[in-house]
């Protein structure tokens, strides 16, 4: 529980590696991230979710990343003990876990994304996809300044213990009551970084050329046209049998794809 | 008293922070913990009021061993004034502010008003007690900080780096708080790099270097000695660079020196055998 939010962060934060993963332009990994997603959000039964999630750890895998990617899992036990325990008692257990698989789905495909782009990469994606520089600009900051904000909030979280902040005290409106000492130094911390990193811009001439020139490019090889292919089918296939299967009757899908919980 | 024995830390397996580190302070110290950068001086104070335990030995605290209690516990002991005062301000007020502390030690509510009340005085920031902490100048932001740990008048105080970005008057002001925290029977552990201030502000400099405790002393000590300064990357005071280079043309120069008045009583000894 102690340093969990540095831990879910733990599966964001970029590490250089050269690996087949890290190789690769950062729009497929961004694409394969996208098509991931969806395919979680359109499904909401146990064994499909299973597969979706199994379907990426290859790719975790080949990014030799399995380490983080479970380390940010555990950071999120806190999170999905909380769903699990939430939604069986005002629904069903089978529904709670599902809910899980899919919040670990949507966390495996961006986690691919974070550990193995490098946020300025992305940035140069953006700028390629026509998006404005301040934009991208905009983005790479966003990205590079997780890991400092994660840093900045355990800081702050050992300042308000030591003026006996207890956390884990009371019931759970007051838990999130606790953090609020917490929230805010956090909040008007960044926001004043953030003036501050706006004026550090300007005084060195942000902004001032309109079209800026790129040092290096970004060229999509096989390999990318391959993984972007191999997503879309998996995400046509999952579109597939969401909105054409799904809804035929009788129901021409096997009776595992419906598996639940017996209880 | 404070007691770490044989303690070693690490925030990543095989990288110890801390090394084989024993230290004693006892009641009415107030000491100075330096080294360079990333020497383990901000890791070793966390472990004090135990928002860091040991990775091998023990930190006790009046005999109490920090493993055994939280840092909440201990909060009424220990107070800990954070670097940067934005990484604790929160409240509404700066009434609120300053009680938060002692709300959450469950203080009584006429306790609380009147530490308030004592506080703000105290720091001079009566003025303010409605506004926003957030509305305040840099150097007032420090102070309130400082005073939300102070009310609740802990036994032991930690201070780390209290003189950054803080002008004369205020580094001043806080020399003159700590002179009066020295006459009472508690301890102060100052975190600093300011070497001019230190000697002024405490009576034992304990220093630390890649995680080692390399130099146990008082300020003459310590502060005269170049090679434990230079191995900590500490800048000499002025008046011990002062000494050495008079020392090198008037071997009878004292190097020891720590305050104005010793320096010039030393010169003027010179100047009158040379008369």
């Known amino acids: 529980m102690k340093r969990h939010m540095a831990a879910i962060f733990e599966a964001f934060r970029f590490k250089q590696k050269h690996t087949f993963m890290h190789g690769l332009d950062p729009r497929t990994t961004f694409f394969m991230a996208v098509c991931f997603s969806v395919l979680a959000m359109l499904f909401l039964e146990l064994l499909p979710l299973l597969i979706i999630i199994l379907s990426m750890l290859p790719f975790v895998l080949l990014a030799k990343s399995i380490g983080q990617w479970s380390r940010s899992l555990k950071g999120l036990a806190f999170l999905a003990g909380f769903i699990l325990i939430i939604n069986s008692y005002f629904i069903s257990f089978s529904f709670a876990v599902s809910t899980v698989l899919r919040l670990t789905a949507l966390m495996t495909a961006f986690s691919i994304f974070f550990l193995t782009v490098h946020p300025d990469d992305f940035a140069q994606a953006l700028i390629e996809m026509h998006i404005p520089y301040e934009f991208a600009f905009a983005f790479s900051m966003a990205v590079r300044y997780v890991p400092t904000i994660a840093t900045e909030t355990e800081t702050i979280r050992d300042a308000q213990m030591s003026r006996g902040l207890e956390l884990e005290s009371g019931n759970i409106l007051q838990r999130v009551r606790n953090y609020i000492p917490i929230l805010i130094p956090v909040i008007v911390s960044s926001i004043r970084r953030a003036l501050q990193v706006a004026e550090s811009l300007e005084s060195r001439a942000f902004g001032s050329t309109a079209s800026r020139t790129s040092l290096y490019g970004l060229k999509l090889r096989k390999r990318d046209f391959a993984l972007m292919i191999y997503s879309l089918l998996l995400l046509l296939l999952g579109l597939y049998v969401t909105f054409i299967l799904r809804t035929m009757l009788p129901s021409p899908l096997p009776d595992w794809f419906f598996w639940t919980f017996p209880f | ?275």
């Open chain 2, 1 to 275: 008293m404070i007691f770490f024995d044989d303690v070693w830390f690490e925030y990543e397996p095989n990288q110890p922070v801390l090394r084989n580190l024993s230290l004693q302070i006892q009641p009415g110290e107030t000491v100075a913990l330096m080294g360079e950068n990333g020497a383990g001086k901000t890791t070793l104070a966390k472990h004090i009021n135990g928002l860091l335990k040991p990775t091998r030995g023990t930190v006790y605290l009046e005999g109490v061993d920090t493993r055994k209690t939280s840092t909440a516990q201990l909060a009424r002991k220990v107070g800990f004034v954070f670097q940067n005062a934005d990484h604790q301000l929160f409240a509404d007020t700066l009434q609120a502010e300053i009680g938060f502390g002692l709300r959450n030690l469950n203080f009584s509510k006429e306790e609380i008003d009147e530490r308030v009340n004592r506080f703000l005085t105290l720091f001079e920031l009566t003025k303010y007690q409605d506004q926003s902490p957030f509305l305040l100048s840099g150097g007032e932001r420090k102070r309130l900080a400082l005073a939300s740990v102070l009310c609740v008048e802990p036994q032991v105080l930690i201070l780390d780096e209290p003189t950054q970005a803080q002008d004369a008057l205020q580094k001043q002001k806080l020399l003159d708080f700590i002179a009066s925290f020295r006459k009472s029977n508690h301890i102060l552990l100052l975190v600093t790099h300011d070497v001019e201030f230190a000697v002024k502000a405490v009576d034992r400099i304990v220093v630390l270097s890649q995680g080692e405790l390399i130099a146990d002393g008082t300020p003459r000590q310590i502060l005269s000695n170049l090679s434990i300064l230079e191995r900590a990357r500490l800048l000499p005071p002025q008046l011990t660079q002062f000494a050495h280079q008079l020392a090198e043309h008037e071997p009878r120069f004292p190097t020891d020196l720590l305050t104005l008045t010793e320096a010039v009583k030393a010169v003027n000894q010179i100047l009158r055998r040379s008369r």
